[in-house]
Nanobody, 122 residues
Framework: QVQLVESGGGLVQPGGSLRLSCAAS????????MGWFRQAPGKERDFVAA????????YYADSAKGRFTISRDNAQNTVYLQANSLKPEDTAVYYC???????????????WGQGTQVTVSS
């Protein structure tokens, strides 16, 4: 019942920044907890950040704390991930997801976007 489309990925030098967006096409966007995950080549898909329905509560993976910021605009049906001080280890496909509760578990999120590539390299 909801479609998610990520954008904003690209090539950036170490120390640079990117702002990822996830646009949702749904009737009740504000009823979903939203999360960001990433998957590097040959690796498992890992949790990055999540945000509550109202946007008042956020949660981050240790690797993202202090560098990444998740936010949402329910009026625009969009969730964002501001990624600063990027490192080569951040290189991955980044996915947004919609779920019913804030967890780090992939299975807690029922809807997924197609992903956007982030490459951090000099």
């Amino acid at each position: 019942q909801v479609q998610l489309v990520e954008s904003g990925g690209g090539l950036v030098q170490p120390g640079g920044s990117l702002r990822l967006s996830c646009a949702a096409s749904g009737r009740t966007f504000s009823s979903y907890v939203m999360g960001w995950f990433r998957q590097a080549p040959g690796k498992e898909r890992d949790f990055v950040a999540a945000i509550s329905r109202s946007g008042g509560t956020t949660y981050y993976a240790d690797s993202a704390k202090g560098r990444f910021t998740i936010s949402r605009d329910n009026a625009q049906n969009t969730v964002y991930l501001q990624a600063n001080s990027l490192k080569p280890e951040d290189t991955a496909v980044y996915y947004c997801a919609a779920g019913s509760s804030i967890t780090t578990r992939l299975r807690s999120y029922a809807y997924w976007g197609q992903g956007t590539q982030v490459t951090v390299s000099s």
